[in-house]
């Protein structure tokens, strides 16, 4: 939040108590990052949940190209927070592993691999319809063409007098 002293100089304030997320017990060196999802649901990621860092190349049925993914993975090698389309160089993520003081998993950032593989030896690592491209398509698909049939039916019932 900023606030403005004489409309000229700016000085951040921290936000008042209450309206930011509280100081939890394992605050400090450990907290993280606290991002929002995209319900306004809030997570906090502490260090010590992060094992290691990992940067596959996903092949995926909607892009031609292979993308890069930055993985932060837990012990269980379940990951914890993924950036999709996060196209970094082998320096970046070596840099981001050197801060969360992690090692950077070279196994798993050198394969090339798909997103229903990576599904199933990361967990949480790509969603659901990301894994499954066809299933998808046929759920989507369907039901449009079940709207499209009734909506002919109904006006063709419809008849229009002069």
């Known amino acids: 939040m900023r606030s403005f002293v004489n409309s000229q100089t700016p000085t951040l304030t921290p936000p008042p108590r209450g309206l930011g997320p509280e100081p939890s017990p394992r605050a400090g060196d450990e907290a993280w990052a606290d ?13 010590s949940d992060i094992a290691r860092v990992a940067c596959p190349l996903v092949s995926s049925f909607a892009l031609p190209a292979v993308e890069p993914r930055l993985l932060l993975l837990d012990a269980s090698c379940r990951c914890v927070l993924g950036l999709r389309r996060f196209y970094p160089s082998d320096d970046d993520v070596v ?5 969360l003081r992690v ?10 691999t798909n997103a229903t593989r990576l599904r199933r030896t990361t967990p949480r690592a790509v969603s659901w319809p990301e894994a499954h491209p066809y299933l998808t398509m046929l759920g989507l698909i369907l039901p449009g063409l079940v709207f499209a049939s009734l909506a002919v039916w109904v006006l063709d019932g419809l008849q229009i007098t002069r």
């Open 103 to 112: 090692p950077f998993d070279v196994n798993l950032a050198t394969r090339l």
């Open 95 to 99: 840099q981001v592993a050197a801060a």
């Open 35 to 47: 991002p929002f999802s995209q319900m306004g649901c809030q997570s906090v990621i502490f260090r």
